[in-house]
């Protein structure tokens, strides 16, 4: 059962993933030649928000992983999301807009390489 838990603190994060590559589906189908627009200050509060997410992930995973019934579980994996919810509001960021700057960072090679400088100089920052 304790295998079960960190699975789904797991899941939590990599539906925003599945997600994404839905949204992209869509979104392709709706307006296909129009470039998506991203400014820097969205990268910016993207990059703020995944440090964010990669350090609730190793706070949550491990209690997680812990936790000694699956209502303790349950209730791990409610906190990492509202900690994941905070730091998006604190951001000016919702799901989708998170969403979307991700899926421009996948496949805009030159977006996802002022992404992850700005995720490193973030991470420095820490």
Same mark, same amino acid.
Request: charged share 30%.
């Given at each position: 059962? @304790?295998?079960?838990?960190?699975?789904?603190?797991? +899941? =939590?994060?990599? +539906?925003?993933?599945?997600?994404?590559?839905?949204?992209?589906?869509? *979104?392709?189908? =709706? +307006?296909?030649?129009?470039?998506?627009?991203?400014?820097?200050? &969205?990268?910016?509060? %993207?990059?703020?928000?995944?440090? &964010?997410?990669?350090? /609730?992930?190793?706070?949550? #995973?491990?209690?997680? @992983?812990?936790?000694?019934?699956?209502?303790?579980? @349950? &209730?791990?994996?409610?906190? #990492?999301?509202? @900690? %994941?919810?905070? +730091?998006?509001?604190?951001?000016?960021?919702?799901?989708?807009?998170?969403?979307? /700057?991700?899926?421009? #960072?996948?496949?805009? &090679?030159?977006?996802?390489?002022?992404?992850?400088? *700005? =995720?490193?100089?973030?991470?420095?920052?820490?």
């Amino acid at each position: 059962m @304790k295998r079960v838990i960190p699975m789904v603190l797991v +899941a =939590i994060f990599s +539906a925003g993933l599945l997600s994404v590559a839905v949204a992209a589906q869509a *979104m392709a189908q =709706i +307006a296909p030649n129009e470039p998506a627009k991203v400014d820097d200050q &969205q990268l910016r509060s %993207f990059a703020k928000v995944y440090v &964010q997410v990669e350090k /609730i992930r190793e706070t949550y #995973a491990p209690r997680a @992983k812990q936790a000694p019934g699956p209502e303790e579980g @349950k &209730q791990i994996q409610q906190e #990492a999301e509202s @900690k %994941f919810q905070e +730091a998006l509001t604190k951001e000016g960021l919702n799901e989708e807009s998170y969403k979307q /700057i991700f899926e421009v #960072a996948r496949v805009d &090679q030159d977006v996802r390489k002022k992404v992850l400088q *700005m =995720i490193v100089e973030e991470k420095g920052k820490s």
